[in-house]
Every structure is written in structure tokens, then in C-alpha cells.
């Protein structure tokens, strides 16, 4: 693909998708809203434009629906396709 991650955006964003992850597990919501929105803000700055980040900026909006209608398994789901789908290549 052409918009390929740099090595350092890719760990920082591992990172974020984890610790969201983590805050759900731990019922804490507000956290994991700060954590989708530095996810926003590596996303947008970080990355090439592309389909990458239009995914990644898409899913970081669905997580933000999803907490809001209280459903957290799926929040968790969102942010580890997320992950892998960064990970994975795209």
C-alpha cells in the first residue's frame, strides 16, 4: 500500500489501541475517549493520506458512537480490528 506507517507512528498507535482496550477493561470510559482522541490527533498528523488513515479516523468515530450507546464489548472489538488492520498492512 502506499501510505505506509512509520515504524514509531505504528508502535505509538499499538500503544493506544492497547491502553483503550485496557481502559474498557477497566470500565473507564473517559479514559479510552482521551485514547480514541490521540489516536485522532497521531492519525491525522502522522499519516499519509490515504485509506489507512480514512479507516482509522472512521473506526476512531464508531468507537466514539459505540461508547456512547453503551456498548463497550463492541467498542473493544472496534479498536483491536483497528489494531490488526494497522498491523496487518491495511
Do not use: W
Amino acid at each position: 500500500m502506499s501510505d505506509d506507517v512509520p515504524t514509531d507512528v505504528e508502535t505509538v498507535l499499538t500503544q493506544l489501541f492497547a491502553a483503550g482496550q485496557d481502559a474498557l477493561d477497566d470500565d473507564d470510559i473517559d479514559t479510552c475517549q482521551q485514547v480514541v482522541g490521540s489516536v485522532e490527533s497521531v492519525a491525522t498528523n502522522k499519516l499519509a493520506e490515504g485509506e489507512r488513515k480514512a479507516r482509522l479516523l472512521h473506526g476512531c468515530e464508531r468507537v466514539r458512537e459505540l461508547l456512547a450507546e453503551e456498548e463497550v464489548a463492541v467498542a473493544v472489538e472496534y479498536l483491536r480490528a483497528m489494531d490488526e488492520q494497522l498491523t496487518d498492512g491495511g
